[in-house]
């Protein structure tokens, strides 16, 4: 079975778009792709978008956080596939439905890996202004990694953990 796991990073930020209402005007900074098929990840960038749509639509399970409601709607911009009805685990889409409120990859990652992201979809975009597409995907490829090893950790312990509000250590069950 291949499994993709995936993230994007874009060209410009909410504010700079008019609102989330305007997703698809973020633009495609870099994308990273890890496949269970050859075990390696696949680095792209806008002009070679194409290219990752047909990954993801060649997979048999696409893997993500956020995916549904941010990935798949930057790449909506490039594409008239219908990414959304790929078979799809969306991590946060499922941990919202468990618990009723967003939580951010770096929290469930500190609190489940003991690991930290180096950086954030911000900063991110600032390296693309700036010019340094390496760093991004450098970054990305880093997300994408957390991604699988929380994705296989909740599939193999039906939970992932993170702090509450107390800083109290909770565990949140999955189901994936």
């Not at 954030?120 to 760093?135: M, N, P, S, T």
Request: proline share 1%; glycine share 6%.
């Amino acid at each position: 079975m291949n499994v993709v796991f995936f993230d994007v990073e874009t060209q410009r930020t909410f504010d700079e778009v008019g609102g989330r209402q305007n997703i698809r005007k973020l633009g495609l900074a870099a994308a990273v792709t890890y496949s269970t098929a050859d075990g390696v990840f696949h680095r792209y960038t806008e002009e070679k978008v194409a290219d990752l749509v047909a990954e993801l639509k060649a997979a048999d399970l696409v893997v993500g956080f956020n995916v549904l409601s941010f990935d798949y709607e930057v790449l909506r911009a490039y594409t008239d596939a219908q990414l959304s009805n790929l078979p799809t685990v969306d991590m946060l889409e499922q941990i919202y439905k468990r618990l009723g409120f967003r939580i951010s990859l770096d929290k469930l990652a500190t609190s489940t890996l003991g690991i930290t992201k180096s950086a954030d979809g911000l900063q991110a975009v600032r390296w693309y202004k700036e010019g340094r597409i390496q760093e991004i995907l450098d970054y990305c490829q880093q997300d994408v990694e957390i991604t699988r090893r929380l994705y296989e950790y909740g599939k193999q312990h039906k939970h992932l953990k993170y702090q509450d509000r107390n800083y109290r250590l909770q565990m949140v069950q999955v189901s994936w």
